[in-house]
């Protein structure tokens, strides 16, 4: 199997011409099966705009890149400020199968630096099916914690997804991080990283391909954006 990283740079609060990215880049890569973007992607990283930029679920960007991923028979994973039904504000992945169906929406447990102002943390892990894998979904920086991951694997993931916003100083942390969580569950992981300079913060790139072992299989640099094809090394 093969996957798509999309380390890109959003556009803060331009939702619609961010989702637009995304449908355009799923029509042009309809030989992978499953595609990875960043964290908080349809709106930016950019806490300020997390009221502008919030949507729920089925909003119309939502339904855009789901009827994209169902053209393209493709899974999506994307990350996006979600407005739920009480008002309240998540830092949340949206994970598409390849049918444009809604598998399951994920909301990131731990929050990092000022992100508890702006959003309510997940309570829950959460494995969906994708692309005929059982898919862990993480956000950023769940993964610098052993316990997110072992409650995916523990629950039967076969595969551990990361999108994150990791910015400057930070990048070694993930370095490691996406490594050590793959090695000591014995399961792949594929991570996502946004790049650009976003309210004073830079994104750091590093988008990976890590295999069962530890092993980075294709990496992308820290600096510009990339598509990176890479292979899901399943165990």
């Known amino acids: 199997m093969r996957a798509l990283l999309a380390q890109l740079a959003s556009v803060p609060g331009q939702t619609q011409a961010n989702a637009g990215r995304v449908v355009e880049i799923l029509g042009a890569h309809r030989d992978v099966e499953i595609a990875v973007f960043p964290e908080l992607f349809l709106g930016g990283y950019d806490l300020s705009l997390v009221r502008r930029s919030a949507r729920s679920p089925d909003s119309l960007e939502l339904q855009s ?10 899974a999506v994973v994307v990350g996006f400020a979600e407005r739920a039904e009480d008002g309240s504000f998540f830092n949340s992945v949206a994970c598409i199968d390849r049918d444009g169906s809604l598998a399951g929406i994920y909301r990131k447990r731990r929050l990092f630096g000022a992100e508890p102002d702006s959003f309510r943390a997940g309570d829950e892990h959460r494995v969906v099916r994708l692309a005929g894998l059982d898919v862990g979904p993480l956000i950023c920086f769940d993964i610098e914690f052993p316990a997110p991951a072992r409650e995916l694997a523990a629950a039967g993931a076969e595969l551990l997804v990361t999108a994150s916003a990791n910015m400057a100083p930070f990048g070694p942390d993930h370095e490691v991080a996406t490594r050590a969580r793959a090695l000591e569950n ?3 992981h594929l991570y996502t990283n946004g790049v650009g300079a976003i309210g004073g913060l830079r994104l750091v790139g590093g988008s990976r391909s890590v295999d069962a072992s530890g092993v980075v299989l294709a990496e992308a640099g820290s600096d510009e954006e990339a598509l990176l094809v890479v292979p899901i090394a399943q165990g």
């Not at 890149?65 to 493709?74: D, E, L, M, N, R």
Request: overall charge positive.
């Open 65 to 74: 890149i789901a009827a994209a991923a169902a053209a393209a028979s493709t």
């Open 186 to 188: 014995r399961l792949p």
